[in-house]
T-cell receptor, first 115, second 115 residues
Framework: ELKVEQNPLFLSMQEGKNYTIYCNYS?????LYWYRQDPGKSLESLFV?????AVKQEGRLMASLDTKARLSTLHITAAVHDLSATYFC???????????????FGQGTILTVHP | EAGVTQFPSHSVIEKGQTVTLRCDPI?????LYWYRRVMGKEIKFLLH????????ESGMPNNRFLAERTGGTYSTLKVQPAELEDSGVYFC?????????????FGPGTRLLVL
């Protein structure tokens, strides 16, 4: 059974600081997603990482994937209050087979950015 | 373009009652997914429709849960009879690309509380 673990689960940051959220997963997959969720809202897709070494950046967020280490990172640069949210990584458990789409989620990282 | 919508946003029912949740995917998306997040746990996959067919229902917890997608458009998830442990947030998602390879776009969820 695929397991996905995020750490930290809670992250309190000051504005302007940098930090990284880690996502480890237990079996081979080459399809990993990062989502953001604001309280009471839907999950918003941030990044799709599809190959080893993939790196994507959007604003102050940068995501990377190392399929050999089964590790993805979400790096936050110079955090601002608007980044406060819950961040999830999700791995496609069926990736590589004939059917994609069964996502296995990490526990989520609750990020709070303080002024 | 309208996103994934879910109805109701909240539902409070008593143990033993029946509840039906509805999901309207993004127009043109053949793939539709149901997920659930029980309090304090990860978001868990329930099932995946391709048009009106169940592609993968490996996450359905038991036979009290019935999902349908008649006509390949909207989907319903019925819980009958509801138990206390069914409380949680039920998310629906849809994606466009064949084989479930595309990014999944999530709805805001239905918050179900079984008393």
């Amino acid at each position: 059974e695929l397991k996905v673990e995020q750490n930290p689960l809670f992250l309190s940051m000051q504005e302007g600081k940098n930090y990284t959220i880690y996502c480890n997963y237990s079996t081979t997959s080459d399809r990993l997603y990062w989502y953001r969720q604001d309280p009471g809202k839907s999950l918003e897709s941030l990044f799709v990482l599809l190959s080893n070494g993939a790196v994507k950046q959007e604003g102050r967020l940068m995501a990377s994937l190392d399929t050999k280490a089964r590790l993805s990172t979400l790096h936050i640069t110079a955090a601002v209050h608007d980044l406060s949210a819950t961040y999830f990584c999700a791995v496609d458990a069926n990736a590589g087979g004939t059917s994609y789409g069964k996502l296995t989620f990490g526990q989520g990282t609750i990020l709070t950015v303080h002024p | 373009e309208a996103g994934v919508t879910q109805f109701p946003s909240h539902s409070v029912i008593e143990k033993g009652q029946t509840v039906t949740l509805r999901c309207d995917p993004i127009s043109g998306h053949d793939n539709l997914y149901w997920y659930r997040r029980v309090m304090g746990k990860e978001i868990k996959f329930l099932l995946h429709f391709v048009k009106e067919s169940k592609q993968d229902e490996s996450g359905m917890p038991n036979n009290r849960f019935l999902a349908e997608r008649t006509g390949g458009t909207y989907s319903t998830l019925k819980v009958q009879p509801a138990e206390l442990e069914d409380s949680g947030v039920y998310f629906c998602a849809s994606s466009q690309i064949a084989g479930g390879r595309g990014t999944q776009y999530f709805g805001p969820g239905t918050r179900l509380l079984v008393l």
